[in-house]
């Protein structure tokens, strides 16, 4: 694929969840079946190793063997893709993407080192170095809500400005005064917020989700999007309904549970039952929802989203 401008980063895209089997190892008969799910339900694009990929336990042999079979796919289909080149360790996320530059991605997806918060000026360093490893593709900033460093709209105008390599980001979004202060950098970013956040986000000047409702159903958060494209009335109505199941449903998977994001992702997968053998399981030492208990939130969600099962 060729590489993306801001501008072209929109929409709904749907993570590559990680399928591991009971000995710890990953199912890549499961992940190639995933692909090729996604690919049919035309979604805006694809992207691997974000928190639900669980790029942070992966070998290298594992990293380039995923995104491999990532671009096969996606580069036959014409399906837009995103390669997670995150590493807590900078000098393997650079040489992820000095690998991985011939697989022809759309974007890299990255974040910034976790060991200790690094400061605005070192955050800037790492991003020039790695948009220079990556060029011409861009970068994508992935700068979740249990970063180290969350930068503010003031330090994405910094960046702006000193890092042009940088096309956009995935961050948890704000309030109304944070999209205000975020206003101004919305024709530079493209600027992705939650999944089922998606009709706030997209009101107020966001250009898309990295969608953990594509989780729960890939092809259903594909027809939201475009709902809230052309109708954006009626896309706020139905998104009312997304946020209170999730609120009411994922959410405590964390809140209540105590388990991470990627266990709330792969609930929501286990729950919406598109996948046929994916399990809620989780790569060691994190921990899981038990499968019976995604079933049953998939009850629930078939209760309050019946068109997402239609």
């Known amino acids: 694929m060729k590489p993306l401008s801001a501008k072209e980063i929109r929409g709904n895209w749907a993570t590559l969840l990680l399928p591991i089997l009971a000995d710890d190892s990953i199912d890549y008969n499961l992940l190639e079946a995933e692909l090729d799910y996604f690919i049919n339900a035309r979604v805006n694009g694809v992207y691997s190793n974000g928190s639900a990929g669980e790029f942070y336990t ?179 109505a139905l998104g009312a309904r997304v946020m209170a199941f999730w609120e009411s449903n994922i959410a405590p998977v964390i809140t209540k549970h105590g388990r991470s994001n990627m266990a709330a992702d792969k609930t929501a997968a286990v729950a919406g039952d598109w996948l046929p053998g994916m399990t809620t399981r989780l790569r060691w030492p994190y921990g899981s929802m038990p499968d019976a208990t995604a079933r049953r939130i998939g009850e629930a969600a078939r209760a309050a989203l019946p068109e997402a099962f239609a």
Not at 129 to 136: I, L, Y
Request: aromatic share 8%; proline share 9%.
């Open 58 to 236: 992966q070998t290298e042999a594992e990293f380039d063997r995923i995104n491999t079979l990532l671009a096969g796919k996606c580069n036959a289909a014409g399906m837009p893709f995103q390669i997670g080149a995150a590493h807590p360790c900078a000098q393997i996320a650079r040489e992820r993407i000095r690998r991985t530059k011939h697989l022809a991605p759309s974007a890299y997806q990255v974040t910034l080192p976790d060991w200790f918060p690094p400061t605005l000026a070192e955050s800037i360093d790492f991003l020039k170095v790695m948009a220079a490893e990556a060029a011409p593709v861009p970068l994508i900033v992935y700068n979740p809500p249990h970063a180290k460093r969350k930068l503010t709209p003031v330090e994405w105008a910094v960046i702006a400005g000193q890092v042009p390599g940088v096309a956009g980001m995935k961050v948890p979004g704000g309030d109304a005064a944070w999209y205000a202060a975020m206003r101004p950098l919305m024709e530079r970013f493209s600027i992705f917020i939650p999944g089922h956040h998606l009709h706030i986000g997209l009101a107020r000047g966001a250009h898309g989700a990295y969608s953990n409702v594509a989780c729960l159903r890939p092809a259903f958060a594909q027809a939201w999007y475009e709902l809230c494209i052309s109708n954006p009335a009626a896309g706020a």
